[in-house]
């Protein structure tokens, strides 16, 4: 195992953080519309029409007096739960249908903390990028974040900042895809005297032959198991808790099905249920010898042919901004950076041959619903936070993993879209701390949003409330009990906006 290089600086302490509730407000969600700028990397979401609030500063808050919440433990000093004009102590809480839960927002770029960009060679030309933040916090859980496809570990930059804080955090680029991929053509061309040439810049992959290091390479969910398991094994050292988003979802879950040792627990992010379309060799070995390739270097010409013209359409930075405006549901989400990154990442002389492999990978020896069975036989904690607007990965799906575990926890959040952790970090880093809390201290600590209630279905649904670019956000929040019936079901897809317009209706009162 090689360290290639790794850019590191001091890790920030935790800073607490002085709230008070203000009164009930809103953001409305609005129709958005991206446009791309003369400017490589550049998108935003603008809205039909602007609706100015003044919400005042951060530092209008800084009067106000700390509450101590008792029923959030030490962990949770200074978070408020509030009604509608008067800050109160959870612990003496007479009527909890009081659902507002003000929560800290994301911290500024000084307090938050630095983050290490980082190689590792996990195999002979097989370079695998990673971040990490909070190397300093010895006594912390580890907790990997695992991206989705297309993108990288800069996706989890406002988890990395945040949790890195208090917590060791690390992030992961998979092979084929961020910085992950090859600094050498794993197929390259030939001239005639059978020295190698340069070629086209874009054709990584595509030559004649295939370099003895990527004989066996194919971009599959299973290298991407491995890849995972070794990780942690080699770098990290320790067990970890798992977090992933779509595609990462599925991986993590997968992992923890594979190595349960290595798995304290898995938090799903709109997890993609499914991946790959060609059979698994080892599953359907029948099935499988009658496919001409699947996935390996180098690429067959006609699959060379249907490659160049997918990736001349998806790679086209307006049909990036329109995929992302899709997937986001919150509005006011910047994404100038992860469009910049997805864009660079195209440009990388490997990334076509890389995109074919994956879509031609066979598909995972184990199947989600399998994955998720062998973790529940193995007791590996599962947490959801599903984005309730998801137009790929609908509630269906969390709420069928919840079915199928009716132990995990489930948070449904609302609005929020396919990356709720990049959307509406604020409410996925407070969920995330408190599910892994209440893990570490073997159910002594709360799970989030249900402290100090003597009825669960009083947490079934709650208002979080947090300060973003100097505005005040709203964002709904759901829980599902171990035991939700079919009415549970059929409201869970009722849009919940109209809770929120009451709470804009009587904040105008």
């Known amino acids: 195992m090689d360290f290639l290089s790794c850019g590191s600086g001091p890790c920030c302490q935790a800073v607490d953080m002085k709230w008070k509730l203000v009164g009930k407000c809103l953001n409305s969600r609005q129709a958005r519309f991206p446009s791309v700028g003369n400017r490589s990397g550049s998108v935003r979401f603008h809205d039909n029409k602007e609706l100015q609030r003044d919400f005042g500063s951060l530092s209008a808050l800084e009067g106000s007096k700390r509450t101590n919440c008792k029923a959030y433990s030490e962990s949770y000093d200074g978070y408020v739960i509030g009604g509608e004009e008067d800050v109160a102590d959870i612990s003496g809480v007479e009527e909890p249908a009081t659902n507002n839960v003000v929560i800290p927002g994301l911290p500024d770029g000084s307090n938050g903390a630095p983050i290490s960009s980082c190689f590792w060679e996990w195999k002979p030309k097989l370079n695998v990028h990673y971040e990490k933040a909070g190397c300093e916090n010895v006594d912390s859980p580890h907790v990997l974040f695992l991206p989705g496809f297309g993108v990288g570990s800069f996706h989890y930059e406002k988890q990395l900042r945040d949790l890195g804080r208090d917590t060791r955090v690390w992030a992961l680029d998979f092979l084929g895809q961020g910085l992950s991929l090859p600094f050498e053509d794993p197929a390259p061309h030939y001239n005639k005297e059978g020295a190698t040439s340069n070629g086209n810049a874009s054709s990584w992959g595509f030559g004649d032959e295939t370099e003895p290091w990527a004989t066996k390479l194919v971009y599959s969910i299973d290298l991407w198991q491995d890849q995972v398991r070794y990780f942690i094994e080699e770098v990290i050292g ?214 100090g209630l003597d009825n669960l279905k009083q947490a079934n649904a709650r208002e979080l409330e947090f300060m973003k670019e100097g505005s005040k956000k709203s964002v709904m929040v759901r829980f599902f009990d171990s035991k939700f019936s079919l009415w549970d079901r059929i409201r869970s897809y009722i849009n919940p906006r109209f809770k929120l317009r009451n709470s804009a209706t009587k904040s105008q009162i």
């Open 238 to 451: 320790e067990p970890v808790y798992i977090v992933g988003n779509s595609l990462g979802g599925y991986v993590a879950l997968y992992s923890a099905a594979r190595n349960p040792h290595l798995v304290k627990g898995v938090t799903l992010l709109n997890a993609t249920p499914f991946w790959g379309f060609l059979p698994n060799p080892i599953k359907n070995p029948g099935l499988a010898k009658f496919l001409p390739w699947a996935g390996t270097f180098p690429l067959p010409s006609n699959v060379k042919r249907l490659t160049e013209l997918v990736w001349e359409k998806i790679s086209d930075p307006a049909s990036i901004a329109e995929v992302l405006n899709q997937v986001y549901a919150e509005n006011s989400t910047n994404v100038d950076s992860v469009f910049s990154r997805i864009i660079e990442t195209t440009r990388h002389p490997a990334a076509a041959a890389a995109f074919a492999s994956i879509m031609f990978a066979p598909q995972a020896e184990l199947s989600f619903s399998e994955a998720l069975s062998r973790c529940q036989k193995s007791n590996v904690p599962i947490c959801l936070m599903y984005g309730k607007e998801d137009p790929w990965v609908k509630p269906l799906w969390g709420l069928q993993v919840k079915r199928q575990v009716p132990e995990a926890s489930y948070y449904q959040i609302s609005p929020a879209g396919h990356c709720p952790h990049d959307e509406v970090p604020e409410v996925i880093n407070f969920l995330l701390r408190g599910w892994i809390r209440n893990l570490e201290s073997e159910g002594s600590i709360s799970l989030p949003l249900l402290d």
